[in-house]
Each structure stands twice: as structure tokens, then as C-alpha cells.
């Protein structure tokens, strides 16, 4: 059974940081690149940050580049997302998925290619 299982979300003052955790079972992690995405109520789930299968490519959003930073240790089957400078905007419910692919070609940041997806974690920054 695949499970992908986010945490770390939690109320932060805008200017704070988070560390998003995904913690992965049930699939081969190092042969899937993954990513994150975010979720408003009412608006279209929007993709974050992507990272290859060995985490040498990382790619971002430009609303979060310079502010997030992706990694992954396939050790230990876990996905980070360490959030700096938050901002209200920020606010969402932030998502793991996986997609399987391996190699130099498998960024994606079409959400519907991807195979497996996590329940969420909450962020919400506010003052």
C-alpha cells in the first residue's frame, strides 16, 4: 500500500519558516521524481517545487524561488520543503506527489501526470 504522508504545516507569523516533511512507504522513493503543490480553497491546486530522483535538479515556482528550498533523502524515503520568508499569500494546504520516472527528463509540473498523492499538510500565515 503506498502512502505518502505530509506534515510540519502549521500557524506562522509572516517573515517565519516551516520545514514540510513527506514521508514515504509502499513505492521505490528513489525511482520517483516528486513534487510539491498547494491548494487554496477555490482555486486551482498550483505546483510548487519539483526534484529528481537523485535531488542533483530541483526546480521552483517562480512565486517561491529564492524563498523555498526542496530536498529529499532517499535513505530514509523522505521529502522536505524548508519555507523561508512566508508570506499571507503563502497560505494553503501544501500537497506531496510522486510521479514515477527516473533520468534527466522527468520534470513535470503537469499534476495530473502524477501517479500517487499525500492527504496535505496545512500552512497558513497570518499575524
Known amino acids: 500500500q503506498v502512502q505518502l504522508v505530509e506534515s510540519g504545516g502549521e500557524l506562522v507569523q509572516p517573515g517565519g519558516s516551516l520545514r514540510l516533511s513527506c514521508k514515504v512507504s509502499?513505492?521505490?522513493?528513489?525511482?520517483?521524481?516528486m513534487s510539491w503543490a498547494r491548494r487554496v480553497p477555490g482555486k486551482a491546486t498550483e505546483w510548487v517545487s519539483g526534484?529528481?530522483?537523485?535531488?542533483?535538479?530541483?526546480r521552483y515556482h517562480v512565486y517561491v524561488k529564492g524563498r523555498f528550498t526542496a530536498s529529499r533523502d532517499n535513505a530514509e524515503n523522505t521529502l522536505y520543503l524548508q519555507m523561508n520568508n512566508l508570506k499571507p499569500e503563502d497560505t494553503a494546504r501544501y500537497y506531496c506527489?510522486?510521479?514515477?520516472?527516473?533520468?534527466?527528463?522527468?520534470?513535470?509540473?503537469?499534476?495530473?501526470?502524477?501517479?500517487?498523492w499525500g492527504q496535505g499538510t496545512q500552512v497558513t500565515v497570518s499575524s
Open positions: 526534484i529528481d530522483t537523485d535531488g542533483g535538479d530541483i
Open positions: 509502499g513505492l521505490p522513493f528513489s525511482s520517483y521524481y
Open positions: 506527489a510522486a510521479l514515477k520516472c527516473s533520468g534527466p527528463e522527468c520534470h513535470d509540473t503537469e499534476l495530473d501526470d502524477y501517479d500517487y
